[in-house]
Structure formats: C-alpha cells, structure tokens
C-alpha cells in the first residue's frame, strides 16, 4: 500500500487563553493509502507551525520537507513505519518542527495500519494482553487553596483514584502558598487517594527552588514531583532525585525525541517517565522508552492533555505492561478536544480504564462535530499557493 496523501485538520477554540490549558486547538492528521485505508492521528504542537514543516521548501539536504520522506512510500508492516521514521530523522534533520509534525502523521500509519489488518495497535506492537489502567484526573492547579480542594473533591466524587494538580500559581509564588495548595489536595482527595504534583518545569534548572517544595509534597504523601526543570535539565533532576525521598521525580513530556526520554531515566534518576506520542515521534518511539523503563525500573506513563485520539494513542505503547498501571487521563479538555471524536474512554465502575480493543486506535474522528472549529489556512510563496486548507479537510501542495 502507498502512502497517496497527507492531510491536516487545524481546529480551535474561538477564543485561545493563556492557561496552560493544550486542548485548546488541536491538528488532526488525515492519511490516504492509495487502496482508499484511512488512519487518524493527532501532532501535539502548534498546528501552523507543524503544517508548515510538512510543506516548507528545502533548505539543504537534511532540511527537507517532512513530506520528502512520506508521499509515495509503502506501508504494509510495522517495519514500514520504522523505516519512514529513519527517512524523517535523516532528511529533516535540521528541521526541528519535524518530529512534531511527524508524530501525528506516525499515528495515522500505525491507526491505517491497524484498521488494514483488523487489529488493534498495541497487538501490531507485540501485546498480547490488554491490561487495565488507573486513570489520574489531570487538573490545573485552583487559583486558591480552597479552589484546589474543593477540585479535589470533584475529581473523587466522579471516581477517580488519582488526580494530578499543576501550573496556576505552583512554584510562582512563596513556598508556604505552594504548600497550602498540596495540603488543600490532599485533603479534597482523602487518604486512600494518590496525588501527583506538577511544576511545568517552573524552576528551569534551579534545584535550590525546587528543593524548598519538597519537605511539604512528602508530608502531603504525594506520589510525585512532575517536571521540575526543563526537559533537558538532566543534572538538576538527578540532584534533586537524589533528596527528593519518597516523592519521585516525573518527566519526560518536553521529549521530542526516544533519546531525551532515555536520558531522563539514564541521568536525570527518574521514577517515572512521562511520554507523549503526539510529540516524541509517535508510537513507535513510546514504545522504544517503555521498553527502556521496563529493563530498569523506571514506571512508564503516558502524557495526554487533549482529545481521546491523543488518549488512545498514547496508552499503546505500555497496555501490555501490567505493573505499570498509572495513566493520565484529560478530564478537563476544551470543547474542540471533545467533540472531534465519536468514542471516548470512559472509566469503569473499578475506576479504570482499558485501549480499544477495536482495531487500530479504535477512536473514530467526528468529522461533522469538528467542522465548526476547523481554521482556514493558506500558504503562499513568491505568490504561488504552497499549501491551502478546505473546509472539511486540507488540500496539499508541496514545494521542494
């Protein structure tokens, strides 16, 4: 089967705030095989930008259009998708849009894949089993400690035996308001609850900073410290880990690459390794890392903030892991993350989830439902129309 035509989807709220809030806009990948099979996935970046990539002129060699290295190319395995991989990574090299780009189309041939072959994706990657996952309720911080518990409160009266709280004012403003807010969780949540704190790496490689949050996070019994510093901090995540006791470091969200995942649990002394699948290269890359985190010790966890396309995808590459049962789950999204698909998945009377087991990513796009967010786009260079989007879907022209 060849790869006939790639298309985007930009979608958006009206109105884009300045919450740290990603399921505000979303690009939706549409790829075509020349048989008519469809697959769906989702890049999670700037969707502009990420078309952009996709049609950009080249540059030089290793700066070519994420384009250069799809249209026309087979896929009929999974070693097929490995190998458009390698072709991206090399020809895009200097291109450092790509791999965001290229996430969303990566699950689109693992979704196309799948449907083909009648088979879910997490079976094309080698499971067998799907186990079920504890979902955590992914939340941003209250604007005021009492906010913060009673958003504590709701998330366990939906059922949910986990719940994340991060950005607002965390890290922003003294050490004592911090710790109000992770005692106001913590009581909202109860005991028998876990709760997970997350910075949005507020302190970019201060361990000092960092270091003052600690003692409060452990009383609280909170789980873990997410995403203290920058991505790529790695020393000041392996000395924070080093005091941190009980409460384990998280990360790895920042990664658009397996190797920035890797070097988190290699260097930076993470607990847990966060991915997602819609920025580090898709599916195939999670699944090098949980593979990475499974030999040493590390528990894998997937990043997801958005739609349940994103959901879906992003919990591929670790079902089969039985003891690495925490999953984020996007219990907030805007509007758009919402309606652009049929299914969603739904927590059960246990308070877990489980992937489809429908083949492919078994998430169907609603595409009548994303019609009303769809933005039109239209690129042009020297005057000629290089790319242009339509009302349902996206037409593409490609300079190279």
Known sequence: ???????????????????????????????????????????????????????TPRSHGVCQPVSASILGEQVNTPADILRISQLVAR????????????????????????????????????????????????????????????????ARAKGFRAVKFGWGNYGTADVKDDADHVAAAREGLGKDAELLIDAGQIWGDDVELAMKRIPALQKAGATWLEE???????????????????????????????????NLIDFGGVKFIQVDSARIGGIGPSKVVADHALRNGVTFVNHTFTSHLALSASMQAFVGLESHRI??????????????????????????????????????????????????????????????????????????
Not at 20 to 40: N, P, Y
Not at 93 to 110: F, K, N, P, R
């Open 1 to 55: 089967m060849r790869i006939d035509s790639v298309e985007f989807f930009y979608a958006s709220m009206p109105e884009v705030t300045l919450e740290a809030d990603g399921s505000q806009d979303a690009l939706l990948v549409r790829v075509v095989g020349d048989d008519g099979s469809v697959g769906w996935g989702e890049c999670e970046a700037s969707p502009l930008t990420s078309i952009a990539a996709f049609v």
């Open 91 to 154: 020809n895009s090299m200097d291109l450092l849009q790509a791999a965001h780009t290229w996430s969303g189309v990566e699950i689109a041939l693992w979704d196309l894949l799948g449907r083909k072959l009648e088979q879910p994706i997490w079976k094309l990657l080698g499971y067998t089993t799907n186990f079920a996952k504890v979902p955590y309720a992914s939340m941003l911080m209250g604007d005021t400690p009492q906010s913060t518990l009673e958003r504590a409160k709701e």
């Open 228 to 262: 203290p510093f920058f991505a790529h901090a790695f020393k000041a995540y392996s000395d924070l880990s080093k005091v941190s006791g009980d409460v384990g470091l998280a990360g790895g969200e920042g990664a658009h690459t397996e190797h920035m995942a890797m």
């Open 327 to 400: 999953c984020e789950y996007p219990v907030e999204p805007k509007s758009v993350a919402w309606d652009l698909s049929v299914e969603h998945i739904s927590l059960n009377s246990d308070g877990e989830i489980m992937a489809p087991d429908s083949p492919g990513l078994g998430i169907r796009v609603d595409e009548s439902a994303l019609r009303p967010y769809l933005r039109q786009v239209e690129i042009r260079i020297d005057g000629q129309l290089t790319y242009e989007s339509g009302p349902l879907g996206v037409t593409t022209s490609v300079v190279i």
